[in-house]
């Protein structure tokens, strides 16, 4: 399942609306209103793809460095520094970017509601 929705969101048939804290929280707020396992389950889960996540060839993350162990291996000698902290300031962007999406869709979809508590209290 998760590599069909990984392939889909790749190949566009899928659309990507990454969640941030506050969809993570509603999410579970749901699931462990059904039941402690349904709870249970969707952390279970949760882990799982941030395990995937992590594996993903970006530079900054665990994957990125078997990356670069890989090319390492094949080259037979270390990749030279600047080729690294380029490839690092470059996936560091990448997750810094792909976290700033989730905040911004945590905050579009909740501006009504965060805009109507500011004015009870306000007014």
């Known amino acids: ?7 889909g969101v790749v190949s566009g048939s899928e659309k990507a609306d990454p969640g941030g804290p506050v969809r993570m929280v509603e999410e579970f707020y749901k699931a462990f209103s059904i039941s ?8 279970m889960l949760l882990s799982v793809y941030l395990g995937l996540f992590n594996l993903l060839p970006i530079p900054a993350l665990d994957g990125g460095h078997l990356m670069f162990l890989a090319a390492e291996a ?3 000698r270390p990749l030279p520094l600047r080729v690294r902290e380029v ?5 560091m962007t990448i997750v810094i970017s792909l976290m700033a999406v ?3 869709n945590d905050l579009e979809k909740r501006w009504d509601v965060l805009l109507g508590q500011v004015r009870e209290i306000s007014g």
């Open 1 to 7: 399942m998760i590599g069909r929705v990984l392939y």
């Open 36 to 43: 402690i396992v349904e709870g249970i389950k969707l952390l």
């Open 74 to 76: 094949v080259l037979r």
């Open 87 to 91: 490839a690092h300031i470059v996936g």
């Open 102 to 104: 989730a905040f911004k």
